[in-house]
């Protein structure tokens, strides 16, 4: 079983039904998801999926992050659009966490970007994931770094095999 990251406004659910790529096809398949744990102050929840999928790569993470530090910053639109990704670049403004544990980073955040992946142009690995855009600071990027993430992920408590899945009709 995997474990997915995602952002959810206002999650008032246990289950989902997502359609996530998969390694072993150009199609995307469809999974079973139990919501594991929401992470306090923002719209990330951790998932647990029915099945386990192939991954091309898994991004390495990396918990250095450092004011100055050079990103690129990934986003996804919906399918629908002719440009259906979003990158853009900058470096860590802060790392001071605010009251709910975001940094920021120095350029605007487009709309699509939240839950994608923030990488270091030093050391290409994930330094953070985007919830969002500070409106109140130039629209800059709101970024959870992978070390709060990760701390938070390893205090949940270990996972019970289910009996079965919960429907999610």
């Given at each position: 079983?995997g474990?997915?990251?995602?952002?959810?406004?206002?999650?008032?659910?246990?289950?989902?039904?997502?359609?996530?790529?998969?390694?072993?096809?150009?199609?995307?398949?469809?999974?079973?998801?139990?919501?594991?744990?929401?992470?306090?102050?923002?719209?990330?929840?951790?998932?647990?999926?029915?099945?386990?999928?192939?991954?091309?790569?898994?991004?390495?993470?990396?918990?250095?992050?450092?004011?100055?530090?050079?990103?690129i910053?990934?986003?996804s639109?919906?399918?629908?659009?002719?440009?259906?990704?979003?990158?853009?670049?900058?470096?860590?403004?802060?790392?001071?966490?605010?009251?709910r544990?975001?940094?920021?980073?120095?350029?605007?955040?487009?709309?699509?970007?939240?839950?994608?992946?923030?990488f270091?142009?030093?050391?290409?690995?994930?330094?953070?994931?985007?919830?969002?855009?500070?409106?109140?600071?130039?629209?800059?990027?709101?970024?959870?770094?992978?070390?709060?993430?990760?701390?938070?992920?390893?205090?949940?408590?270990?996972?019970?095999?289910?009996?079965?899945?919960?429907?999610?009709?």
């Amino acid at each position: 079983m995997g474990i997915v990251v995602l952002l959810c406004e206002k999650c008032v659910f246990s289950c989902l039904q997502l359609y996530l790529n998969d390694a072993e096809g150009s199609t995307q398949k469809r999974v079973t998801a139990k919501v594991q744990a929401k992470y306090p102050h923002s719209d990330i929840i951790f998932l647990r999926l029915d099945k386990t999928l192939k991954a091309d790569a898994v991004p390495q993470r990396d918990s250095t992050v450092y004011p100055g530090c050079p990103y690129i910053l990934c986003g996804s639109f919906n399918r629908s659009h002719d440009k259906p990704y979003s990158i853009s670049h900058g470096s860590i403004s802060t790392t001071r966490s605010d009251s709910r544990g975001f940094i920021r980073g120095d350029t605007a955040s487009n709309i699509g970007d939240s839950g994608g992946g923030c990488f270091s142009l030093d050391t290409g690995s994930l330094i953070a994931i985007n919830v969002g855009t500070d409106d109140k600071n130039l629209n800059r990027a709101m970024l959870v770094p992978v070390a709060q993430l990760d701390a938070f992920r390893a205090a949940l408590p270990p996972e019970k095999p289910l009996a079965s899945w919960p429907s999610c009709s």
